[in-house]
């Protein structure tokens, strides 16, 4: 189980999740600092280390739309968070499954700031309204590669099985 | 079963005789382009092979193309230091179409592969960068992808787990009116549509306003189709594509067309009547808040912004210098116009066109991205206001997250440089 900390609505853009100007900023090591920058107040808590990995940011429709930055995906990815949301823009969501990103297509989310929520495979259970919403689960070609472990370590195999003589 | 464009390609891509949307596929890429992000490339690139005894090594150097264009000359060490790591990456591996910062060759990265005929019908097209969807215009199936993504395509050469999108047709038709083109179309389709109204579909546009439509406005509306959350915009190759391909892009050889098949089947069916619209405006902080001008009218501007992947081309460039010619940008506005390459900043200076722009008291800047993503040049103060030709207005994209981003057609730009405020160029010129 794990709290809701920030709920965004609709259309979140990646300008909003990583500002353009922090862009000469690339390796997934220094890119958590500047997470959702422009909130200055939830980037200060992320920075001090307030919110504890696992807690969930609420998201509308088309969460993560916008530029194909992978940065948008690292810096969260950095702070450990889960996002779920009723849905993501394509570029986001590839990104998040290749680095590890836990994103979760629930159309139906119904959470506000301070719920406590729990994540099973098929289901978000908002455990403080006692609401149950449906989970969209990934195309199954994308678990291969949440199961190696990302995509570096499911292109590494594919290059290995490629490259051993048979 | 009749194919889509998207399919067709996709299907000839892996091999198979026939896809579907839906399917899932793991199409051979013929082209991956990056531009200063390569350096997130190089390191994810790297990664891959970490802990093998294998040699980091491109799948094929001749399909990779790395252009900067992003922070060009860079803003920054970190920066200057990221763009000499691709540079030498370049070397090593032997990348072939790579563009540094330079007036002759250089520019943005979706203008310098259709410039350099880079891009050909029917190719699979991958780019981090959203806007890699501007290459369907030469009738490609052409996406953005994230860094990671395309380490792994300069590993293997193909790109994987790609879902065939379905495919929304969209059917134009009409004679625009003075001063109205493709980026009013574009934006009224993304209005219609929502920002999320394509999302994982590819978008074909047919119709005999695309068929008289030029290369350079093809490359506006399929540049912003991923406004609409398209996975691609594509319009089918045809004459007009040969045209462009061998007379502005010096190709020679065969060039083959990609056509849908007439039973192809498609997610919905959408037609549009140009010949009634007028101007059109994205307005703050959404690419889908799309009014027609007259709702924004004397909306007052600080900065007008002519340029990008999507308006700093050459007939962009004309549009705005015939409204400025002989006339002075506003004492409180600051235009600033930006050729999407190096080659059209030539051809614009000799046609006259910076000149005039200049004359009118335009600051012409280099070639590149420049303030479209608020990175190095071209900021907004606190509680000011843009009207760009670029393509998004996202709360904080030109740099403050306290100012606004209208977006609009390089004629409107012009003509509200002008008076200082959003303006009709109907009404302006005359």
């Known amino acids: 189980m794990a709290k809701v900390v920030l709920k965004l609505g609709d259309d979140i853009s990646t300008d909003v999740i990583y500002p353009g100007r922090y862009m000469a900023t690339v390796l997934p090591t220094e890119t958590p600092q500047y997470a959702f920058a422009d909130m200055v107040e939830f980037n200060g808590a992320l920075k001090a280390r307030q919110i504890p990995h696992g807690s969930i940011i609420i998201g509308g429709n088309n969460f993560g739309c916008g530029s194909s930055r992978e940065q948008a995906v690292s810096t969260l990815k950095g702070h450990q968070l889960v996002i779920v949301a009723r849905g993501f823009a394509r570029i986001f969501l590839q990104n998040g499954i290749n680095l590890g990103l836990r994103t979760v297509v629930c159309p139906g989310i119904e959470a506000s700031e301070g719920d406590e929520l729990e994540i099973t495979e098929n289901a978000v259970v908002n455990k403080t309204t006692e609401k149950r919403f449906p989970v969209v689960p990934l195309p199954s070609a994308r678990q291969s590669i949440i199961n190696a472990g990302g995509l570096i370590a499911y292109t590494r195999k594919l290059l290995l099985d490629r490259r051993t003589p048979i | 079963m009749g194919m889509t464009v998207a399919e067709k390609i996709l299907a ?9 949307a839906g399917d899932v596929v793991e199409p051979k890429v013929d082209l991956a382009m ?58 090593s591996q032997g990348i072939g179409k790579f563009h540094d910062i330079r007036g002759d060759i250089g520019g943005i990265c979706h203008q310098i592969l259709p410039e350099n005929g880079y891009v050909r019908p029917g190719f699979v ?116 594509t ?123 800047m280099n070639p590149g991205c420049g303030p479209c993503l608020g990175i190095h040049e071209g900021a907004l103060g606190d509680g000011e206001t843009a009207l760009s030709t670029t393509n998004r207005n996202f709360k904080g994209r030109m740099g403050n997250p306290n100012s606004q981003v209208y977006l609009s057609s390089p004629a409107v730009a012009a003509a509200s440089a002008l008076k200082g405020c ?7 010129t005359r």
């Open chain 2, 12 to 20: 000839r891509a892996c091999g198979r005789t026939a896809v579907k």
């Open chain 2, 34 to 91: 990056s531009h200063e992000n390569g350096a997130l490339v190089i390191n994810q690139f790297l990664e891959i092979y970490q802990g093998t005894n294998l040699q980091p090594k491109i799948w094929d150097p001749s399909r990779i193309s790395i252009i900067f264009d992003h922070r060009v000359p860079a803003e920054s060490p970190k920066t200057a230091t990221n763009q000499k790591k691709v540079r030498e990456f370049v070397l």
């Open chain 2, 125 to 240: 097209v991958v780019g981090t960068d959203s806007h890699t969807t501007s290459h369907g215009a030469l009738g490609a199936f052409s996406f953005g992808i994230g860094a990671t993504e395309m380490a792994s395509v300069w590993a293997l050469g193909t790109a994987l787990n790609i879902e065939v999108p379905a495919t929304l047709k969209v059917i134009v038709k009409g004679k625009f009116k003075k001063f109205v083109g493709p980026k009013d179309l574009i934006l009224h389709l993304i209005g219609r549509l929502s920002a999320q109204g394509a999302n994982y579909k590819a978008i074909e546009f047919h119709g005999p306003t695309i068929r008289t439509m030029s290369t350079s406005g093809r490359l506006v509306i399929c540049n912003m189709a991923v406004e609409a959350g398209a996975t691609a915009g594509i319009v089918p190759a045809d004459k007009e």
């Open chain 2, 242 to 364: 040969v045209r462009y391909l061998r007379a502005e892009a010096g190709v020679k050889g065969k060039i083959d067309l990609v056509t849908p098949d007439r039973d192809a089947v498609y997610e919905q069916v959408i037609e549009v009547d140009v010949s009634k619209l007028d101007s059109q405006i994205a307005c703050p902080h959404t690419v889908d808040n799309v009014k027609p001008i007259k709702d924004v009218i004397g909306t007052r501007i600080n900065q007008v912004v002519i340029g990008s992947c999507t308006n700093g081309r050459l007939d962009d460039l004309a549009v705005a210098a015939s409204i400025v010619k002989g006339k002075k940008v506003a004492d409180d506005v600051r235009m600033l116009v930006f050729p999407a390459s190096g080659r059209i900043y030539s051809q614009a200076l000799a046609k006259g066109y910076i000149g005039a722009l200049m004359s009118a008291g335009a600051v012409v």
């Open chain 2, 422 to 428: 959003i303006t009709s160029p109907r009404k302006g």
